[in-house]
């Protein structure tokens, strides 16, 4: 269900705005989110 | 449509989601032999294939005479460029609310910690050690590049050629679905 919000954010973004950047930019920021968010729950399992 | 932008459409919309399976499956395969780098050469192997289609992509582009700005790949800053940029911010904005909202609340931790560790295939790829960290961050780098080049840019344009456009975004989120399955 995530991909598919993800995936129609950043489409509605590119198709209203004309341009790739935002949603690169967009993109980048929420797989590097899921990366923080990984450390987070593998250092509480760990604790 | 050309029969080269034709075959980059195939190879993209349809190709991407099938080697993607096929490099999960071995991905899989190397966890199963107990392979202790196999998260980290799954994190390669992704990198590079994300590069190459995109490679394919932009050839495609440049041998057929079309320009980049044609997907969407240009770096004006028209009204409704500065628009979606600012839907962006107010986006990230929200995420680093929810981020913080994470850290403090422990219900909400539970939440995601059920999400994370209650899919197979989110538990397999997530990474574990700063190593694995540090290689998913080059992964999210790649992934924001080329997939919106890739599913954003060239699969709607190509396919905005024969079909409306929201039609094209449906076919094209579709495809970014299905290669994301695993």
């Given amino acids: 269900m995530g991909v598919v919000l993800t995936g129609a954010a950043l489409t509605l973004i590119t198709i209203l705005s004309g341009s790739l950047l935002p949603a690169i930019i967009l993109h980048i920021a929420v797989d590097l989110n899921s990366n923080l968010i990984c450390r987070l729950v593998n250092n509480k399992a760990s604790a | 449509m ?91 904005v929200v995420m680093v609310m929810q981020h913080l909202h994470l850290l403090k609340s422990p219900e909400a931790m539970a939440d995601v910690e059920a999400t994370f560790t209650g899919s197979e295939g989110i538990r397999r790829f997530m990474p574990r050690n700063e190593t694995e960290y540090n290689r998913f961050n080059l992964v999210s780098i790649t992934a924001g590049i080329t997939e919106e080049i890739i599913f954003r840019g060239y699969i709607i344009w190509a396919l905005s050629l024969v079909m409306p456009i929201w039609v094209a975004a449906v076919l094209s989120l579709v495809s970014f679905v299905a290669a994301h399955a695993y």
């Avoid at chain 2, 490099?23 to 994300?50: C, H, P, Q, T, W």
């Avoid at chain 2, 932009?58 to 044609?70: D, K, Q, R, T």
């Fill in chain 2, 2 to 92: 050309t029969a080269l932008i034709l075959l980059v459409l195939l190879v993209t919309a349809v190709g991407i989601p099938l080697i993607s399976l096929w490099l999960d499956r071995r991905f899989e395969r190397n966890l199963e032999a107990g392979n202790a780098d196999a998260r980290l050469m799954s994190y390669k192997d992704v990198m590079i294939f994300l590069w190459s289609m995109t490679a394919i992509v932009l050839a495609g582009l440049f041998v057929s005479n079309i320009p980049f700005a044609a997907i969407g790949l240009h770096f004006s800053f028209s009204q409704s460029v500065l628009i979606g940029l600012g839907v962006t911010v107010i986006l990230l």
